[in-house]
């Protein structure tokens, strides 16, 4: 048996002798190498979709009437939002191939969707060409990227949890969202080299499909990383006659399922306010400049970004419950005191330093995002477990969530959003709380 595939999920009792048996060093540099390769389809697979967010300024014309700039932006807005509901479809159908047929196998093809979608974006004819097809093209390429990346999640957390270090999983699953964050600063590191090597009229004509075409090329390079990567899953529980089945995952798991559910809308809600949201709340309530406030995020999302490591690192010492339980409490302490008083800074230097307390409690979940859920599910139902559950919350309640602060904004009450996102953690703390100190499964997996 290869190295990484020995550690395929089970819940099965092991001899003490095998569990404390220490890794060689080929052992280690596999496992490593893994870590790697999956992360890198990560980071491209959110550079993929997030680009597009970000490049929408300029290629909006090309696809929309361009009567109204304002029309044409959430037109694409709208677009970008279909392919945010695509996440739990994603979730499902990916985390039922990586049950059925193994996690490398999800993996490969949810990266070769990715990679399909952008080249496809890159070369789509403008509205002046063909018309109304454009934006209908436009809409199926991004129904497609919302598709992979609903499946990437979960098959990804699972991946990388089962083939991690035994006794630090936490410290080498929690660069999952290092590359979910690092997939986000890179898009914005793309845009804005354009903007200072093109014109905007250059831009909008042709140069906003360059990031697409940088995307669908790394894409490639991942695939070809991920290709050499061995399976964990063993051929037993793909063999499982409820393997990657709701019916399975319904009949014996729901508590954990709900569970899953609970604290990952409010750690979605929380992740989308402090980041995606808050540079619009910087702006429109804080009162900073639009430069400023960009600057103040993309320095703030990259030191977010080396957090994840540290805490995850913590997590293998106090526990993922613990880590769980601190996130829900301080979340639901802080959160009102801390937009609160960003309302009232006028230095940036403040505001990013309340925005990284924020989220330095944030990362006490998503350092451990993928792992305290993997832990949850037998290899059998693992994949599909962690990846419907991450998927049907993040899209009702971190996809929802810039929607709801602007919408109670526009009617006068700020601050009920406030105590949203807290009444949000109280439920996550509370979910925590009903969380074993000891994980039922992964714990013992050698």
């Avoid at 992360?39 to 993929?48: K, R, T």
């Avoid at 929309?64 to 279909?82: C, H, I, M, R, W």
């Avoid at 509901?85 to 049950?99: E, H, K, Q, S, Y």
């Avoid at 290709?227 to 393997?243: F, G, P, V, Y």
Wanted: glycine fraction near 8%; hydrophobic fraction near 50%; charge should be positive.
């Amino acid at each position: 048996m290869s190295s990484a595939a020995s550690v395929a999920g089970t819940a099965r009792a092991v001899d003490p002798a095998t569990f404390h048996r220490p890794y060689t060093s080929e052992e280690k540099r596999h496992r490593i190498f893994a870590i790697m390769a999956a992360s890198s389809g990560n980071l491209v697979e959110w550079f993929d979709f997030y680009v597009y967010a970000f490049s929408a300024l300029y290629f909006a014309p090309s696809f929309f009437p361009k009567s109204d700039p304002t029309a044409q932006l959430l037109n694409t807005a709208g677009v970008f939002a279909a392919g945010f509901l695509m996440r739990p479809i994603g979730g499902w159908l990916f985390g039922r191939v990586a049950d059925r047929y193994g996690r490398r196998t999800s993996m490969l093809i949810s990266v070769t969707m990715m990679c399909a979608g952008s080249l496809a974006i890159a070369c789509l004819p403008t509205y002046a060409a063909i018309g109304a097809w454009a934006p209908f093209l436009l809409l199926v390429c991004r129904l497609f990227q919302g598709l992979s990346v609903g499946g990437e999640y979960g098959t990804t957390a699972t991946y990388m949890s089962e083939v991690a270090l035994r006794g630090q999983r936490g410290f080498f699953s929690s660069f999952q969202y290092v590359t979910l964050i690092g997939g986000q600063l890179l898009a914005v590191l793309v845009i804005v080299v354009l903007e200072q090597l093109l014109s905007e009229a250059e831009l909008k004509a042709w140069g906003w499909r360059i990031p697409f075409v940088i995307g669908a090329i790394a894409a490639v390079v991942a695939l070809f990383l991920r290709r050499t990567l061995h399976e964990t899953q063993s051929a037993e529980s793909r063999a499982n006659k409820e393997a990657g089945s709701l019916a399975g995952l319904f009949k014996h798991h729901k508590a954990a399922f709900f569970t899953v559910l609970g604290y990952t809308a409010g750690g979605s809600l929380i992740f989308y306010t402090f980041t995606t949201y808050m540079q619009k709340y910087l702006v429109n309530t804080v009162g900073l400049p639009i430069k400023t406030t960009s600057y103040v995020m993309t320095v703030a999302l990259f030191v977010y970004m080396c957090m994840q490591p540290l805490f995850g690192a913590l997590s293998d010492r106090i526990g993922r419950r613990t880590n769980m339980l601190l996130f829900g409490g301080l979340g639901a302490v802080a959160t009102v005191p801390i937009l609160t008083a960003l309302q009232n800074v006028t230095s940036p230097v403040a505001a990013f330093l309340l925005i990284i307390l924020a989220l330095a409690i944030v990362s006490f979940y998503t350092s451990i995002s993928g792992i305290v859920k993997a832990e949850m599910f037998p290899p059998e139902v693992r994949a599909l477990g962690v990846g419907l559950a991450y998927a049907v919350a993040n899209a009702i309640f971190g996809g929802s969530a810039e929607y709801v602060a602007l919408g109670l904004k526009s009617i006068g009450h700020e601050s009920a959003f406030f105590w949203y996102v807290t009444g949000m953690m109280v439920l996550a703390f509370a979910v925590a709380w009903r969380l074993p100190k000891q994980a039922s499964y992964l714990h013992h997996d050698h």
